[in-house]
């Protein structure tokens, strides 16, 4: 992402995240609108976990301009959602539910700034994605290891 990129979307998530809750109550609402199924995987009370991921974005975007410093913690968070049931596809899908409710949120919307929010998602799910294949290798090996141990 070019460093004006990262300056529009610092200055459009900070608008949104002037209210706090607006944004995850959004998306979790686009999340489960267009994938109904993946509300069993959350808990019945979210407000817990709103505050969790208004957190977490916060603190990625405001570290856009350096996103290998949090590729590791995203990698661990990514890890972590294998085992909340999280599949590959429904990030694309999370991806598509959190641009829906900025651009819900954003009465300035213009098309680059789709563009620049869908980058800066991607960025976000890829090492997610990437730590969560990790892991499963992780568990592969042990398998495999153990069963070799037992003979
Ligand atoms: C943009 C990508 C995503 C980000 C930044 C993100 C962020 C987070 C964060 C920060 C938490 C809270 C962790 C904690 O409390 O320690 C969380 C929990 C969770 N996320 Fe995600 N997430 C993303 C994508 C997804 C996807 C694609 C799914 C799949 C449906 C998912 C399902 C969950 C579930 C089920 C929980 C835990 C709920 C519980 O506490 O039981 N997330 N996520």
């Given at each position: 992402m070019t460093p004006d990129a990262i300056a529009q979307i610092k200055r459009s998530h900070a608008a949104i995240a002037a209210t706090p809750r607006q944004l995850s109550a959004r998306f979790y609402e686009e999340l489960f609108t267009t994938a109904?199924?993946?509300?069993?995987?959350?808990?019945?009370?979210l407000t817990a976990l709103q505050g969790h991921f208004e957190a977490a974005l916060a603190l990625i975007i405001r570290n856009l301009d350096e996103m290998d410093a949090l590729a590791e913690s995203l990698r661990d968070l990514g890890a972590q959602h294998v085992h909340w049931g999280a599949r590959p596809e429904d990030y694309t899908t999370a991806r598509d539910a959190l641009v829906a409710a900025i651009r819900g949120l954003s009465?300035?919307?213009?098309p680059a700034l789709e563009h620049d929010w869908r980058a800066a998602i991607t960025a976000i799910i890829v090492p997610m994605l990437q730590g969560a294949a990790v892991h499963t290798a992780v568990v592969a090996e042990q398998i495999a290891a153990d069963a070799a141990e037992a003979g």
């Open positions: 109904p199924g993946l509300r069993r995987l959350f808990p019945g009370d009465p300035d919307w213009t």
